[in-house]
């Protein structure tokens, strides 16, 4: 079974420039999931998709951060303008179902890595 | 904000040994995870403990769950130089679905 898809896996920009990451999940999936993980830290939500409706972006930076799921399926994570403390690596997860508070096992991609100078 | 604290920071141990970290959490959750990251890779799921479990085995890895502490702790057993990543908690919410993950503990182990 093929893993969780992101491209690219490095990128180097300029702060105010904008940028844009792409991920596709395991066949299947349901659940997608976006997180930005800084340096030193655990991974954190900035959206979570059930097919191409949006579940939760509570901690989505909505004012230069944008993101969609195209037919369910791949999904695009921008960043416009970029600003220096997005620095980080961004992860893409996927999950089989979604069910409320239940167990569902996320698997991730390898992650973007983004460094804003 | 992250819920999950992990603790140590950072362990460093010879190979053989056992590696030992804990994580605490604030809120009443429905389950626990713990998963692995390798320098430069995707995270991978290890292993979950429900709310109403205490303790859970798979493989090299156990699991222990306090929920009265708000606590959990992640044993790895004969360790190997390629158990060598960081080690994150995760908190999924009895009353929501978002995953949390805590800092982390970065273990090493020398060979």
């Known amino acids: 079974e093929a893993g969780v898809a992101q491209s690219p896996r490095y990128k180097i920009i300029e702060k105010r420039q904008s940028v844009a990451f792409w991920c596709n999940p395991i066949?299947?999936?349901?659940?997608l999931y976006w997180y930005q993980q800084i340096l030193g830290q655990g991974p954190k939500l900035l959206i979570q998709?059930?097919?191409?409706?949006?579940?939760?972006d509570s901690q989505l930076p909505k004012d230069r951060f944008s993101a969609e799921r195209l037919k369910g399926v791949d999904s695009t994570l921008k960043i416009q303008p970029a600003k220096l403390e997005d620095s980080a690596v961004y992860l893409c997860a996927s999950s089989s179902f979604f069910s409320g508070p239940s167990y569902n096992e996320q698997f991730f991609g390898p992650g973007t890595r983004l460094t804003v100078l | 904000s992250q819920q999950g604290e992990e603790d140590p920071q950072a362990l460093s141990i010879q190979e053989g040994e056992n590696a030992t970290m804990n994580c605490s959490y604030k809120t009443s959750i429905n389950n626990l995870q713990w998963y692995r990251q390798n320098s430069g890779r995707g995270l991978v799921h290890l292993i979950l403990i429900r709310s109403n479990e205490r303790e859970k085995h798979s493989g090299r890895l156990r699991v222990t769950l306090d929920t009265s502490k708000k606590s959990s702790s992640l044993l790895i057993t004969a360790s190997r130089a390629a158990d060598t990543a960081s080690y994150f908690c995760a908190t999924r919410s009895s009353y929501g679905n978002k995953l949390v993950f805590g800092a982390g503990t970065i273990l090493r182990v020398k060979s």
């Open positions: 998709f059930q097919n191409n409706g949006v579940v939760d």
């Open positions: 066949s299947g999936h349901a659940t």
